[in-house]
């Protein structure tokens, strides 16, 4: 998996790519960074990275992911704020799994400096 493409959809290999946020190498720099690594942690199954990504008020006290559901791209449809110069931000994006997808906009902030899912933004 560390050579091959990564799942999120950009042009570098998941060791590169979500693989350094996901063993804690980096940080993200952005919320769409932080989407794109969430969506891949997904894919590999590292629901230790989603729980540590996840905002402490709105994080469950435990995740199980299905392992029945089998990702099979992303798309980010809009992003507002995010970057490197904000504290807060939405996230747009399309996941798609074999027999379906999910859509959502999702809120994004930084906690203790990193940023952090929060919920579906409203």
Do not use: K
């Amino acid at each position: 998996m560390l050579s091959a493409r990564c799942p999120c959809g950009l042009p570098a290999t998941y060791a590169d790519c979500c693989g350094a946020l996901h063993d804690g190498r980096r940080t993200a720099s952005t919320a769409e960074q932080l989407m794109r690594s969430r969506y891949s942690a997904f894919v590999v199954g590292d629901t230790a990275y989603l729980l540590r990504t996840w905002h402490s008020t709105t994080r469950p006290p435990l995740l199980e992911l299905s392992p029945n559901i089998r990702w099979t791209g992303l798309e980010i449809l809009a992003t507002t704020d995010g970057t490197a110069f904000h504290t807060e931000g939405t996230v747009s994006f399309r996941a798609t799994y074999r027999g379906g997808s999910q859509q959502e906009n999702s809120h994004f902030t930084r906690e203790h400096g990193e940023w952090t899912y929060v919920a579906p933004a409203s």
